[in-house]
């Protein structure tokens, strides 16, 4: 009897997007990490998952929400596809405290997440021929995810030396009439930095030159904590439509609720008019839902999570930035050019012909996590090759340790003088 002929076969696409992973670039780190050879216990500063840490545990008022939002069984059936109406409403109510107009229910759209909004975004915009703008460095589940779409990436650079600021000019030469919007992410995501209101205004008017849209990604709003306030993009929607990404994870510290929201911020109706907003809504429809549970719980968690639980949380992570902006120039052959001003997360310069053996940031990375069991992230992922992002959202003994660390593995990898 002959072999038998299947008509399936292994997607050999899906293995290049996951490649582009945070979850599969990590898992190939970590498994160079053996505690017991090493004699460590592992350091992992390579996410901005912080809630395995105490002081940086959730308030008890946002757990209350949710266990109450389960024994009520009010929240046992499905949702409507963009979400249910109390916690649109009080999404809506939330982020038009910082705008100078009123977004309504109809403006907010509920999401697994900020990688599930970043899925239905450019699910939505992708049609063939049309490219989008893409930050570099990025977080790479653009990356991942735009290659189930048939938008064209190009990508213009953040400006190190004017603390990654967007390269407008760049973006100009990068657009053309099938150019359909401009990605930021803000506070940043790679890079730590905080855009200024006057750097957005430019930003706003860029995009209107260009006729594009604005997708601000500000999973990490409100956590900020130097001079620059944070400022959402929303506030130039009269200028350019813009689409915000907002999410629970980070400023609440719960990252496994996967609870998320899309809300369009676009007081002149463009997004409205072009039919935008109403392909969100379709697309929503067809797609996942966060649990009925959790948005049932938005309202409490937004109107009862003290003031003091976000400040103290600043404050933990604009301790843990400034002292790892100071120890780390005790490393040699890495700089870190700009000081963290929000978001978890800074980025690393290496100087790798001043190392012996070690090719890129890749290598960097795969084998200070064998010998010193720390993980961190390679720049190659995020766009922006022998560079490394780092994560300070840890206790302060364990971010004193971890640089210790790399300070051992940097001398004892450097080229002899």
Known sequence: MGKQEWGFKENHEL?????????????????????????????????????????????????????????????????AGVGIDPARSAIAEYLSKDLPYKIENDDVFLTAGGNHAIEILLTVLGRPGANILFPRPNYPVYEARVRFSPLEVRHFDLLPEKGWEIDLDGVKALADSDTVAIVLINPGNPCGNVLTFEHMKKIA???????????????????VFADKPF????????????????????????PGWRFGWIAITDPTGILHQTGVAGSLKSCLTISADPPTVIQGAIPAVIKNTPESFFLNINKILKEAAEMFFEKIKEVPNVTCTHKPEG???????????????????????????????????PGEAVCLKNWVRVSFAAEPKVLEDAIERMKAFCLRHAKPM
């Open 15 to 79: 293995h290049a997007a996951a490649a582009f992973t945070i979850r599969n670039i990590l898992e190939s780190i970590m498994e160079n990490i053996d505690e017991k050879r090493s004699g460590k216990p592992k350091i992992h500063l390579g996410h901005g998952d912080p809630s395995v840490y105490d002081c940086f545990r959730t308030s008890t008022s946002v757990e209350d929400a949710l266990v109450e939002s389960i024994r009520s069984a009010k929240f046992n059936c499905y949702p």
């Open 205 to 223: 008017e860029t995009a209107r030159e260009l006729g594009i849209l604005i997708i601000s990604d500000e999973v990490y709003a409100h956590q």
């Open 231 to 254: 400022i959402p993009m929303g506030v130039f929607g009269d200028i350019a439509p813009v689409l915000t990404i907002g999410s629970l994870s980070k400023r609440w510290v719960v």
């Open 343 to 377: 978001s978890m997360f800074t980025m690393v310069k290496l100087n790798i012909p001043a190392f012996e053996d070690i090719v890129d940031d890749t290598d960097f990375c795969t084998k200070l996590a064998k010998e010193e069991c720390m993980v961190i992230f």
